[in-house]
């Protein structure tokens, strides 16, 4: 449970870093951020797979590359559910994106340093 509320914390975090670094994103307050964490990590466990396997010869067509339409429509989608976070559009969602899958990354693998 502990590993639970600690990825979510810094999924937040992620969040809020992100918001923070990219004029075409923010978030309002913390506990939004927590929501948004939330909210994306839902759609990621349960719309993006069903995406995935909608599109998979898009996705073959283009290489994989499709898979990053599908993570900015994840973006959007949460954005038009959470009032207190804002993005600008398609290409901001996209580089948002990718802002947290890096810092998920980073922040992962000091989880996972922090626990041994």
Do not use: C, H, Q
């Not at 979510?8 to 929501?35: D, H, M, N, R, T």
């Not at 939330?38 to 993006?48: D, E, G, M, P, W």
């Not at 909608?54 to 973006?75: D, H, W």
Request: proline share 3%; aromatic share 12%; glycine share 6%.
């Amino acid at each position: 449970m502990l590993s639970f509320i600690v990825k979510w914390v810094l999924s937040a975090v992620a969040v809020l870093i992100a918001a923070y670094i990219l004029p075409g994103v923010s978030v309002e307050s913390f506990w939004a951020a927590l929501l948004v964490a939330v909210i994306l990590s839902l759609f990621n466990a349960i719309l993006r797979p069903i995406l995935v396997i909608l599109t998979i010869p898009v996705t073959i067509l283009t290489l994989g590359l499709f898979l990053l339409v599908i993570n900015a429509v994840i973006v959007l989608l949460t954005d038009a559910m959470i009032g207190d976070f804002y993005v600008s559009g398609f290409w901001w969602a996209l580089i948002f994106s990718l802002v947290i899958s890096i810092l998920g990354a980073i922040f992962d693998r000091i989880a996972e340093g922090v626990g041994n």
